[in-house]
């Protein structure tokens, strides 16, 4: 059994076949889906489908940096997270990368804004972070003790992620791990300690060994639980037992 702990199964490419989508992805054993909002029109799309799919869509809500500018709507964005079913805040973060994003001071500004509204709800926080390790670290280190939380689908070296994990965070690795080239992330995923290791795919953005981004599913959650335990040489059944015990520890879940 595994919960994948990040997914947009709001995403607009999930629309015609969500319903085969949860059908394959619990046919693999996994069995739930935490699954971020990131502008405002997610939000009640989030909603929706947390109410439809109860208990198996778990939903999260917030701003991810790239729509840090857009309007941000403070009001509206706690009435999702006071409501009973929500389990996190996220998607939030800091993208830094050279494309074009919000200024960095405009992600600074709405990150921090809703790291307070996590800990003051006392939820979990899920962490994009890209091009950005230093000035999240310096957010983050503040909060030590305040807020619980992942960094999600972790991209940096082995000294930053120990740093996260100081901090109390949690690592999610996605299918980036399961590339065969993909070095860094095979030292990250041995040495990140297992009571603070959860599973996810990002689907439908990152890909695996096997299968391209626009075509990774929750079900492939599975995947990256195997790379795991062959890179760690312990059994599939621990690592789906260990990050889902996480995974229900963190989100607080029945």
Request: net charge negative; proline share 5%; aromatic share 8%.
């Amino acid at each position: 059994m595994l919960i994948d702990t990040h997914c947009h199964l709001n995403d607009p490419a999930f629309d015609a076949s969500l319903s085969e989508v949860i059908d394959r992805a619990e046919k693999s054993g996994v069995v739930s889906f935490v699954v971020p909002a990131y502008d405002r029109v997610s939000l009640s799309k989030t909603a929706d489908l947390s109410a439809r799919y109860e208990g198996k869509i778990l939903p999260a809500y917030g701003f991810h940096p790239w729509y840090a500018g857009s309007g941000v709507n403070y009001d509206i964005l706690l009435l999702y997270l006071r409501r009973k079913t929500t389990v996190a805040v996220g998607e939030i973060g800091l993208d830094f990368t050279p494309h074009e994003t919000p200024p960095q001071n405009v992600q600074i500004e709405v990150f921090i804004r809703q790291l307070d509204y996590a800990r003051a709800l006392d939820l979990p926080v899920l962490i994009h972070c890209r091009k950005a390790h230093e000035a999240m670290y310096d957010i983050l280190k503040p909060y030590h003790g305040g807020i619980r939380g992942i960094m999600h689908s972790f991209s940096g070296t082995l000294e930053l992620m120990n740093r996260f994990l100081d901090l109390g965070l949690s690592i999610s690795l996605s299918g980036s791990v399961t590339r065969d080239t993909a070095k860094k992330y095979h030292k990250n995923a041995q040495a990140v300690p297992m009571d603070q290791l959860l599973i996810e795919t990002d689907a439908p953005s990152i890909a695996t060994e096997t299968t391209g981004a626009s075509s990774v599913e929750p079900r492939h959650a599975q995947e990256v639980a195997r790379k795991i335990a062959e890179l760690r040489s312990i059994s599939f059944e621990q690592v789906c037992e260990k990050t889902t015990d996480n995974a229900r520890n963190l989100f607080r879940l029945p």
